[in-house]
């Protein structure tokens, strides 16, 4: 996701560099200082910008992280072309409403395989195939998926 950039006017050009002119906008910024200043930072920008989350429909609302692992075993056959076996968990998220614990814990798991072909001498062909294996928030899905990859374009 890209910044949106605020509206200019070039009052002038001198080689690569521009002067500009920008019309008034908002900005909100922190500065912190000791350990763990990033986090710190984005908690206090993000209480701004969304607010405490003190009042969800007239209650507190709080969600537990949702944590995530994945384990590939990778085979290379020749240059270009491998394939692997693919796993992922997905665990957490569960939520506090006024308090009160919600049965709302979501657990999903996926098992699947990649195979990945050279094409040509810097392209490649991709394509993938998965299956849930457990899943306690949201369906049961099938998934494939197929890609072509190569070099991006020349500028």
Same mark, same amino acid.
């Given at each position: 996701?890209?910044?949106?950039?605020?509206?200019?006017?070039?009052?002038?050009?001198?080689?690569?560099?521009?002067? !500009?002119?920008?019309?008034?906008?908002?900005?909100?910024?922190?500065?912190?200082?000791?350990?763990?200043?990033?986090?710190?930072?984005?908690?206090?920008?993000?209480?701004?910008?969304?607010?405490?989350?003190?009042?969800?429909?007239?209650?507190?609302?709080?969600?537990?992280?949702?944590?995530?692992?994945?384990?590939?075993?990778? =085979?290379?056959? =020749?240059?270009?072309?491998?394939?692997?076996?693919?796993?992922?968990?997905?665990?957490?998220?569960?939520?506090?409403?006024?308090?009160?614990?919600?049965?709302?814990?979501?657990?999903?798991?996926?098992?699947?395989?990649?195979?990945?072909?050279?094409?040509?001498? =810097?392209?490649?062909? !991709?394509?993938?195939?998965?299956?849930?294996?457990v899943t306690s928030s949201g369906p049961?899905?099938?998934?494939?998926?197929? !890609?072509c990859a190569g070099p991006g374009p020349?500028?």
């Open positions: 996701m890209a910044l949106e950039e605020p509206t200019y006017e070039v009052l002038l050009t001198v080689g690569d560099v521009e002067f !500009r002119r920008y019309e008034p906008y908002m900005l909100a910024e922190v500065t912190v200082d000791g350990d763990s200043q990033d986090r710190r930072a984005f908690r206090i920008l993000a209480g701004y910008i969304f607010g405490d989350n003190d009042e969800f429909l007239g209650t507190t609302r709080e969600q537990n992280p949702i944590v995530s692992g994945e384990f590939h075993l990778v =085979k290379r056959v =020749k240059p270009g072309f491998w394939f692997s076996l693919d796993l992922n968990y997905y665990y957490g998220g569960r939520t506090t409403v006024d308090g009160e614990q919600r049965a709302d814990l979501q657990r999903n798991s996926r098992a699947g395989f990649t195979l990945t072909f050279p094409w040509k001498r =810097k392209h490649a062909i !991709r394509t993938s195939l998965s299956a849930g294996t049961v899905a099938d998934a494939s998926t197929a !890609r020349k500028t």
